[in-house]
């Protein structure tokens, strides 16, 4: 797809500003350098840089338009998806870019990726032949006419379109492209596993209510952002499906904690007034999932209210699975109180937990600044007190 001197151009530009770069570029290549791909391609690189990172060095992948790239998975969360998966036979109906297909594939003997787009299954095509996946056929077809017509498979992979006709994103699980709800019968028919990618928005509680067969849901985040809710369908009844808090570290290390909402529920706990030496906010896959009381039991902490879902603890709780900051001290919305507690910070990170003012509101209120060392918690306790929380993050 891509002549020498093309890929010469893209190598000797492959950090430029793209639209500059786009203004300037057919006064600085010759008649033979393809100006639009390779102008994809430096783009292509540029945003897989910090999403596909084993990728982005790689002369010989082509890379598709923007678009494709924003919504492909990041290299971290196709990985851990790689890992859910294996046997002899596998289709993602859903292919794109082929990110998680690239992944999971090399788990099975066979491998189907079935894209609609004419253009994604070339490059799929190319890709999939430098990447040595031997095992992958490319499907050009519409995946519902795919999957009505195929083999049954040992698992099916989907990622549903989350973008309306004119464009606009999408979170309902009706809304995507395609409806799965219309097509999960037929899809535990063609598979004892079907493993889907949803959007981090999505109430789990809900999707639970709306999808057949869920044994598994996976809450899964990147360096503590949520990037994606996985629900693993299975043929077999499950009684009760688990749930999955998964956090990928900047070392792609995966931390993992699972629960049932059974035991969640019923889980004993005596909410705290006192705030002691240390406060934690657990990580954004535990706050998606709603795993608030049982962590008082997998760790020594005391919830702080309800609704906070803030912890706190006399002594230092070093595995504790979220941030962990030291107090320094904490004041009640007294004025007189709250001027002293204040005194010459100008600076602070704030976050707000339970309170009935918002975190911009609050800052112009409080007259202070985004940034500096000091972390503010604005949040309710157990009495119903509201207090502010001033802290300094714990690096131990």
């Known amino acids: 797809m891509s002549n ?44 897989a840089a910090a999403k596909i990172p084993s990728w982005e060095q790689r002369d010989d ?11 492909c998975s990041s290299e971290a ?10 046997g002899n036979t596998f289709a ?32 799929a095509r190319h890709n999939w032949k430098v990447l040595g996946l031997d095992s992958a056929s490319v499907e050009n077809a519409d995946c519902v006419a795919y999957l009505k017509k195929m083999s049954p498979v040992d698992a099916i992979f989907m990622d549903p379109a989350r973008r309306s006709a004119s464009g606009k994103k999408t979170v309902a699980i009706e809304n995507a ?54 629900f693993l369908l299975k043929r077999e009844q ?14 792609n290390d995966v931390e993992k904690i699972s629960f049932r909402y059974s035991g969640e529920k019923a889980c004993p706990i005596e909410y705290t007034s006192e705030i002691g030496e240390y406060l934690y906010e657990p990580n954004v896959t535990l706050l998606k999932a709603g795993l608030f009381k049982s962590l008082t039991q997998m760790y020594p902490v005391q919830k702080l209210h309800p609704d906070s879902h803030l912890y706190t603890s006399q002594a230092l709780v070093p595995d504790f699975p979220g941030r962990i900051f030291k107090v320094a001290g904490f004041s009640s919305l007294n ?19 339970n309170f009935p003012v918002g975190a911009e509101e609050l ?34």
Not at 186 to 203: A, G, H, N, Q
Not at 377 to 388: E, I, N, P, S, Y
Request: a positive charge.
């Open 238 to 251: 499950t009684p009760e499906p688990q749930i999955h808090c998964v956090n990928i570290d900047t070392k």
């Open 177 to 230: 492209e395609p409806n799965l709800l219309e097509i999960q019968d037929l899809l535990l028919e063609k598979s004892s596993t079907v493993l889907i990618k949803l959007s981090p928005m999505l109430d789990i509680a809900q999707s639970l209510n709306k999808l057949k067969q869920v044994a598994e849901v996976h809450v899964v985040g990147v360096d503590n952002e949520c990037k994606e809710l996985l």
């Open 77 to 86: 969360a196709a990985r851990y998806k790689a890992a859910l998966l294996s």
């Open 335 to 353: 004025k007189k109180e709250l001027k002293h507690f204040l005194k010459d910070l100008s600076k602070a990170n704030l976050t707000v937990r």
């Open 92 to 123: 993602d109906l859903t292919g794109g870019f082929g990110v998680d297909f690239a992944f999971i594939a090399p788990n099975f003997k066979k491998a189907f990726y079935v894209e609609r787009q004419k253009e994604l299954c070339e490059i």
């Open 363 to 396: 800052k112009k209120k409080l007259r202070i600044a985004d940034g500096g060392e000091v972390f503010l918690f604005a949040t309710t306790l157990a009495d119903g007190k509201r207090v502010l929380v001033k802290t300094l993050n714990c690096k131990s």
């Open 4 to 47: 020498d001197a093309t890929t010469r151009f893209i190598k000797a530009h492959r950090c430029d500003d793209v639209r500059k770069l786009a203004l300037q570029s057919h006064s600085r290549a010759g008649s033979d350098v393809d100006i639009p791909f390779a102008l994809t391609q430096i783009e292509g690189r540029q945003l």
């Open 61 to 71: 992948l082509i890379f598709p338009p923007r678009l494709a790239l924003e919504q």
